[in-house]
């Protein structure tokens, strides 16, 4: 931790000579194309074996999701809500077969059409939901560890009592105040997407705040206020750049819960109505009916979607956390190791 | 207590102080008084939220009403007065122990914490218990294994097990176990045959195990348990999964250590290393996780016993939801935020009592 330099690397003109003979380690990995840096490109490629394969896993699952989510009206056979074909209706409950690979409901929709339509809403709540609690935990997390004071401990108590809250509580206060309940497919889409952001807030804003606080008393802050630099831009340049690094891990893990909240106050009745989207948690309400009477392809196939969208973005998360964490990466020549030392 | 005079006059440096912040005592006092704000921020912030759309009577009542109708019926509850006032108002009557009562069948919310507390809090408690058992000796399996396949497989079980929602694995167990091979039943926490013997008992107590075990009547602790079972194992799994990968990481850490090297050299067989030397140490933070879990176990509480229709505060609070009753939800919402402020006091103290670094 040698912070000379003012001004973060990657900042200012590149003609910065003194600089890139300073740290030779950093230039190292600066002098790779911008894509083989990326956080989960460049995870892939520091990664072996076993930890390999989850990750990969993980990426391959998000694609096809993103993908589906993109190309839902090209795959999908019918529409979310469409209950019959040239004038003949689907028929409710009706078991898998050639026309309705995955049966139909008890309403009469198609199962395999509302599973790839749900893509669309699930991707949608998750990005909603990341983006914006992402920008206010962030502007908070900024803020408050910045100012300090009175401010910062109001901002802190806040915060750790909503931490400790029942989320999913929260999420369900949430949607009432914002829809009341029900609602059309953007509305209710936004609608779970600020309830997940207020359970999600807190967690950004401890994680920045107590990296402000930290790098607050580094020398190059100390440096940059001394030489008149304005507030502003102490906190958008030499703070939040540094104190964001951490974010990626929290975002993996934040996206696998906001499809688990949807689809939590979906299961609840409080999501988004049938008509207007497609939701995987309000099609498993009204499967555990059909599952008494021994009804399987209604429940199976959305739930196993929600398993499938949380664990190939938990897989992400999961896989970019250990190989962050020193203690947990996998060693490439662990066994010759231990070989030694037996 | 004759130190203070003494320091006063010789103006040395203050002993007593340095003594009393490493005590147990203050720290479980100043844990307590940090219950007051945290439950007072949520109630308030709770409480606002609520109130920004409107008032529970039109939210219940909206449509089926005239405007005039509806006017008259906030008068009469007060909700026609002052933001402020309304909720002073609530406040003073939470601190009297009353949440309220709900609108739609006129039943304090006390009331329907002590009928129904009961049955989440039993509910809570096994699923822990499953949880302990599936994640603490697979998280040990996985630990020893690490990086080789019954640790491969063990971390896929752990993320599958928080990957999936409750609801869905509760799903799964009924198709399996009671419409496939129909041996638990579907849902409920007795069948109705285990409701007459039930009710036949003078003061039952509201936790149907105790019942069934004093009365000794062997088929309806059988009628008690089959019923518990899935429900339980349901959410005991998404728990289950979070033990596993904590007694992993930790027990990865410790077995690295110094201690757990010389304990080898000294003989000690590799199984007594794991069970006892390297545990200990990880279980700590299981401790100090599990205050976090029981604010997650609550809320997968409620999804547990609306889909296996527990007769539990989450089941009431799903069934208020659907009938529009805010003033319910409401009231189940902060009597929740309370229990899970006093469970994670609780918490900290026992981890307090194993670990002294945790003190503040």
């Not at chain 1, 139909?104 to 939901?129: K, P, Y």
């Not at chain 2, 005039?68 to 003073?92: H, T, V």
């Not at chain 2, 205050?291 to 997650?296: D, E, H, N, P, T």
Request: hydrophobic letters at 50%; one cysteine or more.
């Amino acid at each position: 931790m040698t912070l000379s330099n003012p001004e973060p690397v990657g900042e200012g003109e590149p003609g910065g000579t003194d600089l890139a003979a300073e740290s030779a380690a950093v230039a190292a990995t600066a002098r790779a194309p911008w894509y083989l840096r990326l956080p989960v490109v460049s995870h892939l490629r520091r990664s072996v074996g076993l930890q390999r394969g989850m990750l990969v896993a993980g990426v391959v699952i998000v694609a096809v999701l993103l993908l589906s989510a993109v190309a839902a009206p090209l795959i999908a056979p019918y529409g979310f809500a469409q209950t019959a074909a040239d004038g003949t209706p689907f028929g409710t409950q009706q078991p898998p077969s050639a026309a309705h690979p995955l049966g139909t409901t008890v309403t009469g929709f198609d199962v395999l059409s509302r599973v790839i339509w749900g893509t669309r809403t699930a991707v949608a709540v998750m990005a909603c939901a990341v983006v914006a609690s992402l920008f206010l935990g962030v502007a908070l997390g900024l803020l408050s560890g910045y100012v300090g004071g009175w401010l910062d401990r109001v901002l802190v108590m806040l915060a750790d009592a909503i931490y400790a809250f029942p989320s999913l509580l929260l999420a369900i206060v949430m949607s009432i105040v914002i829809s009341g309940g029900q609602s059309d497919a953007w509305g209710g889409i936004l609608a779970a997407a600020l309830s997940i952001t207020v359970v999600f807030v807190p967690q950004y804003f401890r994680v920045i705040r107590a990296e402000v606080v930290r790098l607050k008393a580094e020398p190059f802050v100390e440096a940059a206020k001394v030489i008149g630099t304005g507030h502003r831009r102490v906190m958008g340049t030499h703070l939040l750049r540094n104190a964001t690094r951490t974010l990626p891990l929290i975002f993996t893990l934040n996206a696998s819960e906001a499809i688990l909240t949807l689809a939590a106050l979906g299961f609840l009745g409080f999501g988004i109505e049938p008509t207007s989207a497609s939701e995987w948690g309000y099609d498993l309400n009204r499967a555990m009916a059909d599952a008494t009477s021994g009804i399987w392809w209604t429940g199976l196939f959305p739930g196993a979607a929600i398993a499938l969208a949380v664990l190939g973005v938990t897989l992400v998360g999961e896989s970019v956390n250990d190989l962050n964490d020193p203690r947990l990466r996998t060693r490439r020549r662990r066994r010759s190791e231990r070989k030694v030392s037996a | 207590m004759t130190d203070p005079a003494t320091t006063e006059v010789e103006g040395a440096p203050r002993r007593p102080r340095r003594r009393a912040s490493g005590g147990l005592g203050r720290y479980i006092l100043i844990r307590f008084l940090l219950i007051i704000p945290t439950v007072l921020i949520l109630m308030t912030v709770v409480f606002f939220l609520m109130r920004i759309t409107g008032d529970p009577i039109t939210a219940a009542l909206g449509g089926r009403l005239t405007p005039a109708e509806l006017a008259a019926r906030r008068a009469e509850a007060g909700y026609d007065r002052p933001l402020i006032i309304q909720y002073l108002d609530y406040l003073g009557g939470v601190l009297r122990g009353d949440f309220g009562t709900t609108y739609t069948d006129r039943t304090p919310v006390t009331e329907i914490l002590a009928t129904y507390g009961a049955a989440t809090f039993e509910l809570v408690a096994y699923s822990v218990v499953v949880a302990l058992v599936l994640g603490v000796p697979l998280g040990m399996i996985a630990a020893r294994t690490r990086d080789r396949w019954p640790d491969a497989v063990l971390r896929i079980v752990a993320i599958l097990g928080y990957a999936t929602p409750v609801f869905f694995v509760g799903l799964l167990l009924k198709l399996v176990f009671s419409v496939g091979l129909g041996w638990l039943p579907v849902a409920g926490r007795l069948s109705t045959g285990g409701e007459i013997t039930m009710s036949r008992i003078l003061n039952p107590s509201p936790f149907y195990l105790l019942d069934a075990l004093r009365l000794g009547d062997m088929t309806l602790l059988g009628d008690v348990v089959t019923h518990a079972l899935l429900p339980a194992v349901a959410l005991g799994i998404l728990t289950g999964g979070i033990f596993l990968r904590l007694v992993r990481t930790n027990m990865i850490g410790t077995l690295e250590m110094q201690y757990i090297e010389s304990a080898r050299s000294r003989g000690v067989p590799e199984s007594r290393l794991t069970t006892r030397h390297a545990l200990r140490p990880a279980l700590i933070p299981i401790v100090t996780v599990m205050g976090m879990q029981i604010a997650m176990m609550l809320g997968g509480a409620v999804l547990t016993e609306t889909t296996f229709e527990w007769n539990g505060l989450g089941y009431m609070l799903a069934e208020y939801m659907k009938a529009r009753d805010y003033v319910a939800v409401q009231g189940i919402v902060m009597m929740l935020a309370v229990i899970v402020a006093l469970s994670n006091f609780v918490v900290d103290v026992i981890a307090a009592l194993i670990d002294p670094r945790v003190r503040y």
